[in-house]
């Protein structure tokens, strides 16, 4: 395991310097993340002794300070300029060399049993090791220590962390946990082993012969160079959350030196006519799995579908499955607002498993996928099937129904099948029809050897220059105006996973109800079947990708932007999940808009994406960078504003392109007792508001300033956001779904100014 101190770091004494390098390290320990007792009101004298009574101080994870500052490790947020931290500390025997472990910012004095050992003026950018003058050595004794700290904060971060160890074996850093929150949602409440996340996951392509593996699995957490599965475990964890969820019930990160590994067994039967292939809906970085010990594939990307055919691993009765999971999670990873150090905009990071894992058994020939395009102005369906071991098929049979009225069918050779639907009923958000479909192969004498479910919604995506010259989004050929919320997917006790399935669909009819047409699904991918619910109440999305690696400077809608320079290696994997997720997500007729790249985030190779992705699928716009920096290439030009909607109208610049506010408002209001985290800094775009009478008078402002906007040549507009998401409460609800801020049926009275004719 590699160490958590630079190399050259060096163990600093009054008098003395240590060299230290990661060779002294080999089989270094890791230090437990104890409590501390602390204070930020100035203690009484003697506060350092060892007998002192702290009885009355609170009690907290180290280290103490705020989140942004340098390497800092924020278990208990300190933003007062002083603090006093006590802990006893355990020694089996006092080390020949002993030193303080310590990350300040800033003048800090360390005690030992009321002894002062060292004092520090200024801040460091890390931990080091400070070596304990040999004059004050004997203050260490075997047995109950106890260490006392005092640090003054003067400006800009604060932080302090501190650790009694062994100078000539330096330890591990404590493991950390994410910030535990008590919110939960009203579903997570109710979530259990027996009945987390039931749903058939893949709506498009349904098969009837499937099994859920969702429920308790063992898990355990080892050092990065482990590759055979762990002989003990360290507990169990909840599948489909991940390892630092409340509802995954470990609440633990992944560090990038380890490995997270998952254990359960699971019955089946081996025959000569049917494969059985095993499903991970997503998993959150690079994951191995093993099958009785065999390794029956590797998957690196940590948002989309993947499965194995894991037959020939098999054997009748019970089978062992083990999953052996890495997750760096920043980098090159696309990670999108996971981060180790979360504050601001940016979240806990999710690693391991976190949507559905399924097994389903099809025959030997079978149908690996469904492509579905539709054409509103004929009429038309075409269905695309791709098989496994497709030479034993003679044709393919295809049935499109209305309820249970057959209006369409096809039989014979595969291909890009098309099918036409005499008065078509069109798919939109006003009336969101869907016909549905099976597709089924069949052999030489017309036997089916597979048959899967799936539907289409017909409609068409458009763009039209209006009457005042300026480009308009069409759907089915009519102008429409696309009025949605920044919608970001997060949940205080799944992160990434919805708790539940009813739970992921009250969001989205929730903004149904209030007036919403559109849904901007910001830099996340969702589960399957939050698209089939879209798709069902008729919602369109803008789907991002999911960012991450290296950005350029952000310099917005300003003319000659450059881009970030990305590693081939690393442009390749950007553009493998890029392309899994149109793959996986085209034949939904929600969605409606294609968005490479968000705010400069990893953007690179702008105008080789953007001409790759309209190629990829012209039957979608293309939202080449929302908010980032424009080039021009695809279909829209996007300005972000805070907190009021603007756009830096440039008529000759902007003539071919649609032009919309990709985000603005995030005006926030804290909902006492529904706050993700108290102590921290709860905000929102232009500050908080005193009332919520305020509150609801600047989002009014909001919609009037996008609505003279949109007589201007604005096409588009998306509000910041659907929920709060941990610090950021600029929520139309609060982040536990249980409060609206403001009522559905009021906000849907507001914005019918958006549908109405200019």
Partial sequence: MRSPFPSHLLLVGLGALIAFSPANNAHANRLENTPWQYTLEKPADGWQQADFDDSGWKSGQGGFGTRGTPNARVGTVWKTKNIWIRKTVSLDEVPAHPAILMHYDED??????GKLVLTKKGWADDYDAFSIDAADRDVLKAGENVLAVHCRQNSGGQFIDAHIVDGDNLPLLPKMKPFVSELISPWGSEVSADNVWQEYPRPQMVRNDWNNLNGNWDYAVTEIGQVDAPQEWDGEILVPFCLESKLGGVQELLSE???????????????DTERTL??????????????????VGKHVGGNTPFFFDVTDALQDGENQLVVRVEDATEAWQLNGKQRRNPGGIMYTQVSGIWQTVWIEQV?????????????????????????????????????VKDGDHEVANYSGKAGDIVLTIDDAKLWS????????????????????LDRVGSYAGIRTVGKTRDEDGHMRMTLNGEIIFHWGPLDQGWWPDGLLTPPSDEGMLFDIEWLKAAGFNMIRKHIKIEPRRYYYYCDKLGMMVWQDQVSGGKNPPWTRMAKNPTDAQWPAEQHEQFMLEFERMIDELESHPSIVVWGPFNEAWGQHQTMEVGKWTVERDPSRLVNIASGGNFWPVGDIADHHSYPHPNFPFDPARYKNFIKVV???GGHGYPVQGHLWDVSRNNWGYGGLPKTKAEYRDRYVKSLEILDELREKGIAAGVYTQTTDVEGEINGLMSYDRKVIKIPAEELKELHQRFFEEE
């Fill in 108 to 113: 800090t004095e360390v005690y030992i049993n």
């Fill in 257 to 271: 030196d380890e490995v997270l590994w998952y254990h359960r067994t699971f019955s089946a039967s081996r025959t």
């Fill in 278 to 295: 095993l499903h991970f809906e997503a998993v959150d970085y690079a994951s191995e799995v093993f099958v009785n010990g065999t390794s």
């Fill in 363 to 399: 025959p030997a020939s079978y149908i690996t996928d469904l492509t579905i395009l539709t054409d509103a102005n004929e009429g038309t369906i075409q269905v695309t099937p791709e098989f496994e071991n497709g030479d034993a098929v003679a044709k393919v049979r295809v049935s």
């Fill in 429 to 448: 958000p006003d009336s969101p029809h869907l016909y549905n479909l099976e597709v089924a192969l069949l052999d030489s004498s017309d036997n089916v």
């Fill in 662 to 664: 990709g985000e603005f």
